[in-house]
């Protein structure tokens, strides 16, 4: 690596990585080929992670570069994960768009009223209530 700043970087991608792995989420670190910049970390199939450990936040530009990056890696969402200083990586910013924040509500909601409508409910709620638990 060639410069403190790409060894930042990379340093908080791998401990957003780990941050969600230790809480039971599929998140990897894409092979970075050069061609097409398909984000940082990589959340459950769904969402394609730009980490930034910087001190100057420039939201508008990463989170309209985490939504290329997204559709570069066929990926339904794009997201930020900002650094805040002296804090934990779990308690880093998440930022996105109304649009895709809507977006994945829409379909969390959606999912919710299959489940709510079948026999899975109790084992749903029962998992979310392991997973809570799990992650306080």
Same mark, same amino acid.
Request: proline share 0%; no cysteine.
């Given at each position: 690596m060639s410069s403190a700043n790409k060894r930042k970087g990379t340093r908080f991608e791998s401990a957003v990585r780990n941050w969600l792995l230790d809480r039971r989420s599929k998140a990897w670190r894409p092979a970075q080929t050069g061609h097409k910049d398909e984000g940082d970390v990589h959340l459950d199939n769904m969402v394609a992670l730009q980490c930034k450990d910087a001190t100057q936040q420039r939201y508008s530009q990463w989170v309209d570069d985490a939504n290329d990056q997204a559709v570069n890696a066929g990926l339904p969402y794009g997201a930020v994960v900002h650094k805040k200083r002296g804090r934990s990586v779990g308690e880093s910013l998440v930022v996105m768009d109304l649009d895709t924040f809507h977006s994945m509500q829409r379909r969390l909601r959606v999912a919710e009223d299959f489940?709510? %409508?079948?026999?899975?409910?109790? %084992?749903?709620e029962a998992t979310i209530a392991e997973i809570e638990g799990a992650d306080a």
């Open positions: 489940l709510w %409508a079948s026999n899975a409910r109790t %084992a749903y």
